[in-house]
């Protein structure tokens, strides 16, 4: 219960330090790591002791300790029995019967590489795992998850520790190379009819269809449809596809399944494809309005399916104990994987989807044992003559949603093209759905009306550029007015940027349809220059522009490092950015043309693609060793960026 207080004294052994995980109570509460004889303050744990063979009297939970071994020099951040180094050591673990605990992680420390440890579980099956550690671990702890804790971590069932999902056995297909991403919450994408009789937005998938013109026009090449399913308020009050009921069942609040076909084949005859959002851990307790908290077992595909489940998370009654407040999948179950794997093929069957966003995994179920299903589903689609692209929050498959931050003011400063081909795609999210998380109403945006972020981090770069729906026109966001702070516990009005309701009316101002005029630009230029300007890195060519400014005031203006991309001997595409909203930034850049295989031309052609009244001019390669450009302060159109087309006109 929030705010209540554990206090947990030390038997015998001395203990000497304590550690209370740093998540917030939307998280699923905080779970105590105790290892020292002081007290702790701490959320959600029912019940706590201390000593070799004791639990925390309940199944292990996310992000929490099973159990606890005294230590008398913890040294990890997560300790327990210390491991001597280079010393082979069998450490055994008894849990409380009645517990069926089935795995357990190593935490971070000091033990070689190499060194050899088994780890024995005597319980439910009497699991063991015997091995070599993978190096940097000192302590061992049981834990209802683990896949946080670095390349360390073993699981039992025989699997010698996480796969590499890096390199899928099935290959993204090559459109991904030309993905740009736009992220749609469906109920506030549109609003036919306000903000719905709930205050939780009335968009539908029919609603959506209208708006495909207008993406296409955009430019962007995917949509990432972040709700579709049977779902509910479980989440800040509001309905989202991160409080699923169902995955299966389509939500009637959205249409019928005709509409999202129709939605579906509308994006496609635009040239969008379309990735399904699923949330991998688990369904909601409830199959209604998740307010009513007397509904929490009222969802009735827990009591049709009990197998797919892990009991623990949901009895008794009441007791929700998940992860995130929700039932979790059982990725040990057979039922559930076969039941799992035919839902989303029949989504890329019946529906013609193009792939899926993973919500996590974050639930009871490691990561390895999640993608490893994924790895057959995509495989599955691709031998039956329909390959899909499948990304992950938290994990890379193809790519991830979060693999590079668009933060950098160099990009090209250590670019390499990968030698794995499947760390050829990596994505830039710009905005993220869960900025506001927790907090009141503000613009939790990430673009916010910069020409130089959008261009120079994502569009122009060698990512898959990731946006949510508003950034493209800088718009403000509002939120929907059942939208609450509290992630379950409602509270004031929230700033979750998932339940903000698209204000097109926006649109109408000049300085956002100034900014809308602009990222169509950017796009229209990285689709006509798309053999340059693409997502595959290891094809891709860069390179880092010097570039000086002159001095003011005795210091040089802040300059985001320029870059290239060019294909040898053909073309170079060099962006330039100017952050500053408030003058102009002047450059010399020194573009080497011998760097990008002109070495033997004289003469070449420059036009500015995001200046439409810049004039083409002709120069030498002399001048382009210290080629003077000018860029507007950003946040006005045309602002904020030079795209510099170079082509060879004459050889020597």
């Not at 357990?104 to 063991?128: A, P, W, Y």
């Not at 069942?249 to 509308?266: F, R, Y």
């Not at 007791?319 to 093929?345: E, H, R």
């Not at 794995?420 to 109403?441: I, K, N, R």
Request: glycine share 10%; aromatic share 10%.
């Amino acid at each position: 219960v929030l705010g209540n207080t554990i206090t947990a004294i030390a038997r015998e052994a001395p203990f000497s330090c304590i550690m209370v995980s740093s998540l917030t109570p939307c998280w699923g509460g905080v779970a105590v790591v105790v290892l020292g004889s002081l007290f702790v303050e701490a959320v959600a744990v029912e019940k706590l002791a201390l000593g070799s063979v004791d639990t925390l009297g309940k199944a292990p939970t996310h992000g929490g300790l099973g159990t606890i071994i005294p230590c008398e020099n913890a040294s990890g951040m997560y300790s327990g029995v210390e491991l001597v180094q280079g010393v082979s050591q069998t450490l055994t673990l008894i849990p409380r019967p009645g517990t069926p605990y089935a795995r357990f992680g190593v935490g971070h420390g000091n033990v070689s590489s190499g060194q050899h440890v088994s780890l024995v579980f005597e319980g439910t099956g009497n699991l063991s795992w015997s091995g070599q550690f993978l190096g940097g671990c000192a302590a061992l702890f049981i834990s209802g998850d683990g896949h946080h804790t670095a390349n360390a971590m073993q699981l039992l069932r025989g699997d010698p520790g996480p796969k590499n999902w890096s390199s899928p056995s099935t290959p993204a297909p090559d459109w991904v190379k030309d993905l740009v991403i736009y992220e749609i919450a469906p109920r506030g994408f549109t609003s036919p009819n306000g903000t719905g009789p709930d205050g939780m937005g009335s968009g539908t998938f029919a609603s959506m269809t209208l708006k495909v013109p207008y993406l296409q026009q955009l430019g962007v090449t995917a949509v990432w449809l972040a709700g579709y399913c049977d779902a509910n308020a479980h989440f800040f009050s509001i309905w989202s596809v991160y409080a699923t009921e169902r995955p299966d069942s389509i939500d009637s609040a959205l249409g019928e399944a005709a509409d999202l076909t129709a939605l579906v084949s509308a994006l496609h005859a635009a040239g969008i494809k379309v990735f399904l959002d699923v949330v991998t851990h688990g369904v909601t307790f409830s199959a209604g309005e998740y307010a009513n908290r007397s509904k929490l077992m009222a969802n009735p595909f827990l009591t049709e399916q009990p197998d797919f489940f892990f009991h623990e998370s949901y009895d008794p009654p009441g007791k929700a104990s998940g992860k995130w407040l929700m039932a979790d999948y059982n990725y040990a179950s057979p039922a559930f994987i076969k039941w799992w794997q035919t839902v989303w093929l029949t989504y890329v069957a019946e529906f013609d989807v193009d792939g899926f966003r993973l919500d996590g995994p974050n639930g009871l179920s490691y990561s390895a044992e999640v993608m490893a299903v994924w790895d057959n589903i995509t495989s599955a689609a691709a031998t039956g003559g329909k390959p899909i692209a499948v990304f992950g929050e938290m994990e890379r498959y193809h790519f991830s949603e979060h693999d590079v931050k668009p933060t950098s003011t160099d990009l090209a400063a250590n670019f390499q093209p990968p030698s794995d081909p499947s760390q050829c795609y990596q994505s830039t999210m710009l905005s993220c759905h869960d900025g506001g998380f927790d907090q009141a109403p503000g613009n939790y945006y990430g673009v916010k009306g910069s020409r130089a972020r959008l261009g120079y981090s994502a569009v122009f770069s060698w990512y898959i550029p990731v946006l949510f729906s508003g950034d493209e026109a800088n718009l403000d966001p509002v939120y929907l007015p059942a939208l609450k702070k509290g992630c379950y516990s409602g509270g004031p009005p929230g700033g979750w940027l998932y339940g903000s309701q698209i204000q097109w009316s926006q649109l109408e101002e000049p300085p956002k349809a100034a900014m809308l005029r602009d990222s169509t630009r950017m796009l229209q230029i990285r689709r006509n220059e798309s053999d340059v300007i693409h997502a595959n890195a290891c094809t891709s060519h860069v390179l880092r522009i010097p570039a000086s400014t002159p001095e003011v005031e005795g210091n040089p203006q802040p300059i985001w490092v320029p870059y290239a991309r060019f294909i040898p001997h053909e073309k170079a595409i060099v962006v330039v950015a100017n952050p500053s909203n408030t003058s102009t930034l002047h450059l010399t850049l020194n573009i080497s043309v011998a760097s990008m295989g002109f070495a033997s031309t004289t003469t070449f052609q420059v036009a500015d693609l995001f200046n439409a009244s810049s004039p083409t001019v002709t120069v030498s390669a002399a001048a382009l060793a210290a080629y003077a450009v000018a860029v507007p302060e950003d946040g006005i159109e045309q602002g904020g960026l030079r795209i510099l087309k170079i082509t060879p006109l004459a050889a020597q």
